[in-house]
């Protein structure tokens, strides 16, 4: 798939990620890696595969809830996934980032959340409380286990974003959560213990910036926060060492 990443990168119009699909779909596995962060917007046409009725769960630093356009982009792809009717619901765990500050929040699918179709379980130490589920450090496993309990029996797709892990776990294109590659481990096996993962993807690594069109460029690097210093050979040291840790427990392997 690597031809279609510049096309793809960040944002793309609506025919050309139909054009894609159209071309990936028959190839297509239950779990996918794939690569950066850039593409997290593809999760919501990995959902398409799956059409009986689930639970969709994201560990991601961002909520991706933005109701702005572009309509295909990273930032706002869970509302592509709430617009197919056999997503019931999705929760996304491990938010952090100043999406959830004011003004920034105004752009957000709050609607999604008062409706309980969108759960927001983000961290405390940054946010504080607000229209979403706060979770600590000492006390989000037992918040999570309690949100796997009541997943029991159901399938349940999951997306796990690298930049949900802190600064040391993953090297990613975006800022990065409070969670250890441990951490995400865990709560995937925990998910597993109650609820049938029937498919998921991975992504979120560090991967240098390509393009295939100005705006589509200028946009980018006005919305990606500068992160200097980052070469590609360490940055596959560190998320091949997240993946390790993180994929066997995603797929059941």
């Keep these: 798939m690597r031809e279609w990443g510049a096309k793809l990168r960040f944002t793309a119009p609506s025919a050309l990620m139909e054009e894609f699909y159209r071309e990936v779909s028959p190839e297509l596995q239950n779990f996918i890696l794939s690569g950066?962060?850039?593409?997290?917007?593809?999760?919501?046409?990995?959902?398409r595969r799956f059409p009986r009725p689930l639970t969709l769960v994201s560990f991601?630093?961002?909520?991706?809830?933005?109701?702005?356009?572009?309509?295909?982009?990273?930032?706002?792809?869970?509302?592509?996934?709430?617009?197919?009717?056999?997503?019931?619901?999705?929760?996304?765990?491990?938010?952090?980032?100043?999406?959830?500050?004011?003004p920034n929040r105004i752009f957000g699918n709050r609607a999604a959340v008062r409706s309980g179709r969108l759960q927001l379980f983000a961290w405390e130490e940054r946010y504080g409380a607000g229209d979403?589920?706060?979770?600590?450090?000492?006390?989000?496993?037992?918040?999570?286990?309690?949100?796997?309990?009541?997943?029991?029996?159901?399938?349940?797709?999951?997306?796990?974003?690298?930049?949900?892990?802190a600064s040391g776990d993953s090297v990613t294109q975006w800022e990065q959560g409070l969670f250890t590659a441990g951490d995400a481990a865990w709560a995937l096996k925990t998910l597993r213990s109650s609820a049938r993962i029937v498919g998921g993807d991975l992504c979120g690594a560090w991967s240098p910036p390509v393009h295939a069109r100005r705006t589509q460029a200028f946009v980018s690097g006005f919305d990606h926060p500068k992160i200097p210093g980052i070469t590609l050979a360490k940055a596959q040291e560190v998320n091949v060492r997240a993946f390790r840790t993180i994929w066997p427990a995603l797929t059941g392997a």
């Design 132 to 165: 979403w589920s706060a979770i600590r450090r000492e006390n989000w496993k037992k918040q999570f286990e309690t949100f796997a309990g009541g997943l029991r029996e159901e399938d349940v797709y999951v997306t796990v974003d690298l930049d949900c892990l």
């Design 60 to 102: 991601d630093n961002h909520p991706d809830w933005d109701r702005r356009p572009p309509r295909w982009s990273c930032g706002g792809w869970i509302n592509r996934a709430l617009e197919l009717e056999h997503v019931q619901r999705a929760a996304v765990w491990g938010c952090g980032n100043f999406e959830l500050k004011w």
């Design 36 to 47: 950066s962060g850039d593409f997290h917007h593809l999760s919501a046409l990995w959902l």
